[in-house]
């Protein structure tokens, strides 16, 4: 029973994020939370040029994720030492958020770098760039 009214306007799809089976500039928003960093660093850019490849022109792409910084707060250290122990339960990374997201072709529209349990997180914001694909 759809109570909500959307079951005509929804799907849901389970994929590799490497090779969506989906359309060309089929959706207005696509939303990463504590997601990108999960992948493989050599899948990085192009699970972003995916995200990219179905994302409308005008579309946005919101991305939050453990931050990469030159000056990491306190509580980096020890969680990356204990990463490096328990990968399985502790499995995001910091990663270069800003810099992934401008090389895969979009702009940052907007960002912030609150601090959660102790360790930045990057929340970016971006659209695609050109519209050449």
Sequence with gaps: MDRRGVSDRTALV??????????????????????????????????????RRVLRPTGRLAVVSPALTDDPPVMTRPYLRAR??????????????????????FAILARQRPSVWG???????????????
């Design 84 to 105: 490096g122990r328990l990968p399985s339960l502790l499995d995001c990374r910091p990663i270069p958020t800003d810099e992934l997201v401008l090389h895969a072709g």
């Design 14 to 51: 389970e994929a590799d994020a490497v090779q969506l089976p989906l359309a060309q500039r089929c959706f207005d928003a696509v939303y990463l939370s504590f997601t990108l960093e999960l992948f493989d660093t050599d899948e990085l850019a192009t699970v972003l040029d995916e995200c």
């Design 119 to 133: 360790l930045f997180v990057d929340v970016v914001v971006a659209t695609p760039l050109g519209t050449s694909r």
